[in-house]
């Protein structure tokens, strides 16, 4: 395996470590929570295998080439 797919394999692992152990276990909720006052909402795109978001150049920077899904998660209010 060479650099370019070790660095695109470790791309897509965080992306899913995020994905599996913190923002899959809080409640999924609709658009209409979005700017509700005193609520924190995570939209999690999920791009797919091929997407070029997970080519990063030595920038960095990557563009989007695949059309993602996304969900909204709803942070739990904490005292």
């Keep these: 395996m060479?650099?370019?797919e070790r660095r695109r394999n470790s791309a897509m692992q965080r992306q899913t470590k995020f994905v599996n152990e913190y923002v899959h276990h809080l409640p999924e909720v609709?658009?209409?929570?979005l700017g509700t006052p005193g609520s924190i909402t995570h939209m999690v795109y999920y791009h797919d295998d091929w997407c070029k978001i997970y080519d990063t150049d030595s920038c960095g920077l990557a563009s989007c080439n695949c059309e993602p899904d996304f969900k909204m998660f709803a942070e739990p209010k904490r005292s």
């Design 2 to 4: 060479n650099r370019h």
């Design 30 to 33: 609709g658009p209409e929570v």
